[in-house]
Structure formats: C-alpha cells, structure tokens
C-alpha cells in the first residue's frame, strides 16, 4: 500500500509502498478514505512533540471503510464505514473502568501518534475502537471526529462541564476552537472566540461565537471584561497551550472559575499556589477524549450540531505542501488528505 512515511524528524514525508499492517484476532483493517491533519503533527515532525519510533506513520483523524476483518471480529462488515477513536487502551484498569480511558495505565498507543496511522491507504484498529459513520456524514467531515470533535466534546462537555448562561472564552479557534464554539453555544452559552490572525476572526464568526477577539488587534483582558458586564469568564479553554496564552486565560477568568488546558506544548506556566487558593481557581487538563466522547461526537455531527469546516483537501502525494500550507497560516479550518 502507499504510505506517508516518517522517516527522520525535521525532515519532509515520504510517500512510498509499505506493506498492509497485519490484522490480529480483534483488529480490522480499514481502507482510508481521508485523514485530517491536526497541529500535533507539526509537532511530531519538528520533535517538539510525541516522539514515534522511525520509521512512522501519522494520521490520526482518519475515517474509511472497512476492508478486512481479524478472525475474532462479529461486529463490522466488510464495507461499513467507519471512524476510529485514537486510544488503544487495555480496557480493564482503574481509568478504563471508569471512563477516563484516555488516561489508561496499560496505554498502548495512540492511532497515527505512537501506532501507524491513517496517512496511508489502509490502516488497522481493534474492533472496540471502531464506530460506524452515519451515511449522511461525508469521509472529509467523519475523519474529523477522530481527533478535533472528541476533543472538543471532553474538552466542552466532561471537563469544562459548560452550562447554559456561562460565559465561556475560547482560546484559539482552529479545528478543535471551532467544533468547542458549536458545543458550548449549543449547551446555552454565551462564547467569546480569541484569534490571532484577522482571516481566523472572520472564519470564527461562522460557529455561532457571540463576539470573536482579535488578539493582534484589541486588548484581550479589556475586552473581555467589557462583553461580560466587568465580570470576567466563568470558563477559558486554551486550545493553544503557549505561556502567552495561559496569561491571556488568567486575565480572562474571574475568581472561582476554571481554566481548561487543551493545547500543549513545552512552556511552563507563571501561576503561584497563592493565586490558585486565594482565587479558588479549578485549573484543568483535557486530554483528547474516549469512546463515549466519540459516540456523543458523532452523534452531534449527525445532528448538525457540530459542523467541522474543511477548508482544504490533498492528495497524500501532496501531504508535505498541505503541512506547508498550514505552517503558513493559510489553512482556515481543517485540512484534509483524501484518497480516492
Ligand atoms: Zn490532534
Ligand atoms: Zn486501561
């Protein structure tokens, strides 16, 4: 089969013929359809983030059919389409059984992070991982659930736990932003999106924000107060994870309330044990979502409730110009690699 592969860090992808992944008693084989590409990829490729043993293959927000089954598996057949979540995990430990499965002491790996992914025509998952994509759910739109929308529905729903009339900020408004703006408006709330770049702030508009800042243009903290009547946020979400933009969510908050960490990097934060105890303030991490999260997800993209905006498709021939693309700041919404 053709694959993407990653071969060195810092270092474009090779798109070359690799053998099928072979399928154990509980695995399916699916055949890819598309697989988007999220900012972690970046990351993985500069070695600024997860580190894959090489030679790798990422991809890990891919949706397709199904085109083999291990000799274990009754629950898919051949040609159901499907969509994955990402976390292989053992299924019997504390936070398995718990479901907080995401932070599974037995982890195995994460599909297209630790585990070859869906940069490639074929990938393989255990059956537990795979859920069928309703037939008005095109692949483009499917393949995002994997990733963008479970994060959004654990960031949104379990972690931040937005109710109706919560003024929540939304800190970077990317895939993930995106797909949060539409789950906390639909929960009722009143959303404030924060972008840097002016074609972002337009592009935000479209999910439902209430008002979306322009970082590089207006004062975060003074906006802020002035679109919640001097209070202040009772939730920020920060997709980002940069030490600028933690400061941007502290200033944001108002005593009491929560700060979510969705974005990641290798920043440290300014924050005293004293500011924590005296302002009472819950400081959260959201690590990207399990398979009630993805059921829950695929369920509101059924709906119509979350709309995941692909804005550019690629051939997989083409996936080092689709990274180039988005390290340019030209991708709007989601980009996709789709194969035929
Ligand atoms: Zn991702
Ligand atoms: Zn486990």
Known sequence: MKAAVMRAINSPLVVEDVSEPELGYNDVLVQTKSCGICGTDLHIMDGTGYKPSLPHIMGHEPAGIVAKLGSGVTKFKVGDRVVPNI?????????CRTNRETMCLNFKGALGVGINGGYAEYFKAPTKNLFLLPPNIRFEEGSIIADAVVTSVHAVRRRAQVKADDNVVI?????????EMQIAKHAGAKVIGIARRVQRVQVGQRFGADYIIDSSREKVAEKIRELTNGFGADIVIDNVGLEETFLQALAAVHRGGRIVMVGESEDTIPLSTFQICVNELDVLGSRSG?????VEAIKLVENGVVTPYVSDTFPLEKINEAFDAIKQGKVMGRAVIKIP
């Open 87 to 95: 976390f292989f995990t053992c299924g019997e430990c504390f936070f």
């Open 171 to 179: 800190i970077g408004i990317g895939g993930v932003g995106q797909s």
């Open 290 to 294: 399990g398979r009630e999260d993805t």
